[in-house]
T-cell receptor, first 109, second 114 residues
Framework: AQRVTQPEKLLSVFKGAPVELKCNYS??????LFWYVQYSRQRLQLLLRHISRESIKGFTADLNKGETSFHLKKPFAQEEDSAMYYCALRGQGAQKLVFGQGTRLTINP | DGGITQSPKYLFRKEGQNVTLSCEQN?????MYWYRQDPGQGLRLIYY???????QKGDIAEGYSVSREKKESFPLTVTSAQKNPTAFYLC?????????????FGNGTRLTVT
């Protein structure tokens, strides 16, 4: 079974501080992992995917197969980073995407 | 302007009535999905379709039905059998020719049943 867990429903940090949103997954094969973001009054959109090894808006995420984690990190948070963040997993050969419960990130000025 | 359109934005129904939510895409994507978004529960998959005239149940399909008669359209019917229909419903689409193809989401429909 595929399962994604985001242990923090709410996360609040100050502007300029580092931020880490946790994501753990349960899957026996090689997963494809994503982070999606929903800013206020905007539609849910892709932030980054692990296979691309990219940095988007200063965010990075590394797949740790040993710890089955895909935490999202940014060294210096900005106020515009305040949003709802979802971690998602797609299994090998599967089409459907399984989402975590989401973490609401608030950046305080 | 390519994208996914969900209508209406807000929908109100009386208990016991079926209601159909519209989802249309002009991205030429083969796959389409319906998710339900509830506070604290994230997005839960209701139904998905990888190709016209075919669809599969997701994790919470009970009380819902779908059809996929056209590539562009994937309407969701919330039936009277759905015990807790009041929610925010999101439609999405994606390509199927790439393993890491992301989902493109609509703006959602908020359904309130009283």
């Amino acid at each position: 079974a595929q399962r994604v867990t985001q242990p923090e429903k709410l996360l609040s940090v100050f502007k300029g501080a580092p931020v880490e949103l946790k994501c753990n997954y349960s899957y026996s094969g090689s997963p494809e992992l994503f982070w999606y973001v929903q800013y206020s009054r905007q539609r849910l959109q892709l932030l980054l995917r692990h296979i691309s090894r990219e940095s988007i808006k200063g965010f990075t995420a590394d797949l740790n197969k040993g710890e089955t984690s895909f935490h999202l990190k940014k060294p210096f948070a900005q106020e515009e980073d305040s949003a709802m963040y979802y971690c998602a997993l797609r299994g090998q050969g599967a089409q459907k995407l399984v989402f975590g419960q989401g973490t609401r990130l608030t950046i305080n000025p | 302007d390519g994208g996914i359109t969900q209508s209406p934005k807000y929908l109100f129904r009386k208990e016991g009535q079926n209601v159909t939510l519209s989802c249309e895409q002009n991205l030429n994507h083969d796959a389409m999905y319906w998710y339900r978004q509830d506070p604290g529960q994230g997005l839960r998959l209701i139904y998905y379709s990888q190709i016209v005239n075919d669809f599969q149940k997701g994790d919470i399909a009970e009380g819902y039905s779908v059809s996929r008669e056209k590539k562009e359209s994937f309407p969701l019917t919330v039936t009277s059998a759905q015990k807790n229909p009041t929610a925010f419903y999101l439609c999405a689409s994606s390509r199927t020719d790439s393993y890491n193809s992301p989902l493109h989401f609509g703006n959602g429909t908020r359904l309130t049943v009283t």
